[in-house]
């Protein structure tokens, strides 16, 4: 198979190239060479695609998002869709998902993706890079526990496992283990679905013993935390990244910094929330002014993260909209990193994310500058997408 050039200006995952040039293996699935188009060398026998009004990017990384397979966004719904279902439903949100450029994302939490990934590895149909928690962890009681439910079958149906007390949580990150999950993910606290006062769920016990026990096997935390309590617990008890984090203090983000905690504030379902207590409206408002720029002024990791469920109001392709809400606060080019070079990094990935040689072919190009505008992003300007060095035309 000839070897891949694509010429047009490029952003490597921190800057941009003008006029640049890349040389991909399609065979090996890896970059051979970028940079400056005329310093890099270009195999005679090439397959050569300009594209001069367009951008060569890093594949684009969700790092927080959900294969739910639901319709609607009801955690009702999302416990009893029938796993065989969520599971069709979600083999084609994969396929969207790197239609729109998405070469990897990070499930925080379902019951399809561990076997999504394995399907998707084995090439059973293509999709994004599938870095996955399995189960998510949370308290009896707590996120994702349905009260109108039985606790037996609240227990059976829910994509989370209940655990109360250290031991009950080795256990929880041990069964995890057994799933297939690649990390874990925890409740630290409630969330804006629950309805009633958003409080701390884990006690910091809890989840010094979840981060404990997910070191011994090699994996990272991350801690879907709102109000001061459950963001100081899990960042003392050192979980990897903070989820959502509704309820920075300048201390919380100076921690955050110093630790090398990643943030991933999920702005969008936030930018379009209707709220029904005024508790919300106002967590809503700080996480889109105060949350954010205090994470900015304290230099904390931001990550791109949509939390989309695939549903018909977050369908899995569209997901490129945190990366516009981002922009608004961060600016473009930070979003672009966020997504790109900086997600690569929290994931764990260690050869991608970046236009360079040696890493890992996952590129996209997308027609226009993102730098200029994130929105050409957007799927409609999504020409090509390079998957381990696999060439699929969108729009092209």
Known sequence: MPNLVLRGPIFTGETLIEKGCVVVDQSAGVIVDAGRKGDVNEPNDSKIIEVPNSTIL????????????SKKY???????????????????????????????VRDLGSKAAPHLRQAVEEGAFEGPRIVQAAKSLAVTGGNDDVPILPLEIAEELSYSYY?????ECRRAVRKVVRDGGELIKV?????????????RQFT???????????????????????????LTNSIKAGVHSIEHGIGFTPEIAKEMQRRGVFYVPTLTPFLTLETKTEQQTNL????????????????????SGSDFVGCDTEPHGENYREIVSLAKYIGNQEALIAATS?????????????????????????????IEDTNNLAPSHILHVIRKGKLHTING
């Open 163 to 167: 655990c109360d007390g250290p031991w």
């Open 284 to 303: 809503v408002k700080r996480h889109l002014s105060q949350d954010i720029e205090l994470a900015k002024q304290a230099g904390v990791k931001i990550v």
């Open 58 to 69: 890093p594949g684009l990384i969700d790092a927080h998002m959900h294969f739910f397979g």
């Open 74 to 104: 009801d955690i009702v719904e999302w416990l009893t869709t029938p796993e065989t279902l969520v599971a069709l439903r979600s083999v084609a949100d994969a396929r969207r998902l790197l239609r729109a450029g998405f070469t990897a």
């Open 342 to 370: 900086r997600a690569a990094e929290c994931l764990g990935l260690e050869k991608s994310g970046w236009v360079k040689a040696g890493y890992e072919a996952d590129l996209v190009v997308a027609k226009g500058n993102p």
């Open 204 to 230: 910091r016990e809890e989840l010094e013993a979840i981060v404990d026990e997910a070191a011994a096997v090699g994996m990272k935390v991350a801690s879907h935390a709102y109000g001061e309590d459950a």
């Open 187 to 199: 409740y630290a606290s409630g969330s804006m679905s629950q309805g009633t006062k958003i409080r």
